[in-house]
């Protein structure tokens, strides 16, 4: 490989992993994006995919092939359907980049600072700023910075758990920005994101400590702290005051004028991204107070309406292959927890998705689909090292 070739690489996906959670510039991002894609193309001649990580590929073309075939009808091929493809892109260069050992080694602690740099942004602009009850940091709105948190965080608290007897410096670092990062999440006051995180974290954590029957400290620690999360979801549930909003009821307009849209467009949608003008000009109810909304604040009536029965099918699909990737393949080697880390974050987005709209825009799809194409890595030393143990013993 050229020496020039795998520096830019290196640089180049170093750039796309910060950007991906600081997207301060979308420009920028597509072009460190399309590098490391060049870079990567033009170092393999041939990619070797694991076995493994073809649940994964399964996954990640059913989803982008039902909303071609969705937008090739409505008419968003070429135009908004492209463009969410695009997005998705972070996936096929971390496969690229599955070789690149040093680079991987660090992606957690990459993550993890940028995403304290972040949090930092939003209390920074917080600060003097009695206007702003919500944390925002670089964007439009809060929701967006707490989906962006709720995939950063997981991989933070795994990847401790991973370092923290070795590596004490480093993992007091993590522990920092797990801190940093947690104060800014609850500070966002986003209901779908806290639920996302809390939920997806009962379930990653009770996986964890039951497979490993408390043979351990930790599976001890992340049983009782599954206990305690559910105990806490069960008393917001029997409290709806403490968490209910005014404007609630407006959501179920919202809801409810999506339903109608499908009806009238049940099988490829209205196209991607058309939801608001349909909405606005002929779906909105009478009685609604808002009428410049521009998705529908749920991730499955976004596809539902966007794509038709076809995309919302796929994106189905997806979830699911995903899941079963994540279970299947921790189940077959717990010490690899990076991927409870994974289906942490993937539940988190699922579930953030019933009240907020979670893949649905560009900075949600761009950093999960880098994080899911870093698992991959796993997969790709996995096998590597069970093909150099096989040579040893020949």
Known sequence: ??????????????????????????????????????????????????????????????????????GIYNGTVPGKTISFVTWTLPFVSMILANHLYRIQSYIVCIVSISGALLSLIAIWESIGNNSMPRLVSIFSNANILANTLIQVLPFSIVGFMKIYKSYRIQAFIILITILLNGYVLIHTYSRGGFAGFIIGGVIACMLYGILNRWNNTFAKITIIIGALCISVLSYLAINPSLWARN????????????????????????????????????????????????????????????????????????????????????????????????????????????????????????????????????????????????????
């Open 1 to 70: 490989m050229n020496k020039i070739v795998y520096y830019i690489w290196n640089v180049s996906i170093i750039a796309l992993i910060v950007i991906s959670v600081i997207p301060f510039s979308t420009g920028l991002s597509n072009v460190v994006l399309g590098i490391s894609i060049i870079c990567g193309i033009i170092s393999y001649k041939k990619l070797e995919i694991s076995k493994k990580s073809k649940l994964l590929i399964i996954a990640y073309c059913s989803l982008l092939g039902s909303l071609l075939i969705a």
């Open 247 to 394: 404007y609630d009821n407006e959501r179920l307009l919202i809801y409810k004028s999506s339903i109608n849209m499908w009806y009238d467009y049940p099988v490829f949608g209205v196209g991607l991204e058309q939801w608001k003008y349909y909405y606005k000009e002929q779906y909105i109810y009478p009685k609604a107070k808002e009428p410049n909304v521009s998705h529908p604040h749920n991730t499955f009536l976004y596809f539902l309406t966007g794509s038709g029965l076809i995309g919302a099918l796929g994106y189905i699909i997806f979830n699911i292959l995903c899941v079963i990737y994540l279970i299947r393949n921790y189940l077959n080697d717990r010490n690899h927890i990076m991927y409870l880390a994974m289906l942490w974050v993937t539940l988190g987005i699922i579930i953030q998705g019933f009240v907020d709209l979670s893949m649905g825009h560009r900075f949600a799809i761009h950093l999960y689909m880098l994080l899911l194409g870093y698992i991959t890595y796993i997969d790709s030393t996995y096998r590597i090292n069970n093909e150099l143990v096989s040579r040893h013993n020949q």
